[in-house]
């Protein structure tokens, strides 16, 4: 068996140390520019679409493939399940728990990035927690103070007025982001929802200091084998 982990999450880093020796590799897809070291042979970089992954498959023998890609790499999720299905290959998706809003959350949830507008006022200092990859679907807040927060050097300016990043490698604490969100004066925080304890951190900050919060709803799921924890993952490979 040569098992491919498509990674790109603390799950993924997991379950790479989990089978740490074993007859496995991993696929970054290059998002993070100095991504850390795993204890499994690592590829970066796309596949090349569908075509080019399909002859990734062949070439390396791949018998089986678990997906611990970001809850939001939908595309990425449909094709390789897709691929996989017919090529008459096992397939597992790890997708993390979503977060849910406990007392004293002060959340609005939206499906796309392009409704925030909607939400927040003009004059309003706003904190992307959402990343690079989608940040020109924001262009729309004009007459908002926009902070993103992304792990690499920006390669460019803003793409658009009103905006500025703001560069952090985590993890960050709470009393991090309490300190970060009072010193910015941010009135409101966007993010997706991506699960996890080491990202909710902003959403417990932002809990104590009364933030309200817009929260991107995860993309629909799809039809294929989904398990939700580390552990389930690793019996599922345990059994291939």
Known sequence: MTLLILGGTGEARH??????????MVSLAGATRAPADLPLPTRIGRFGGAAGFERFLQDHAITAVLDATHPFAQGITARTARICAERQLPYLQLLRPAWTPVAGDRWTQIAREEEAAAHIPKGATVFLGTGRQTLERFANLTGRRIICRQIDPPEGPFPFAGGEFLVGRPPFSVADEVALFS????????VKNAGGAMSATKLTAARQLGLPVLMIARPAQGDWPVVSSVDAALAWVAGL
Do not use: C, N, P
């Not at 379950?15 to 496995?24: F, I, P, S, V, Y």
């Not at 010193?183 to 966007?190: C, E, M, N, T």
């Open 183 to 190: 010193r910015l004066s941010v009135d409101w925080l966007v």
């Open 15 to 24: 379950l790479a140390e989990a089978l740490r020796g074993t007859d496995a």
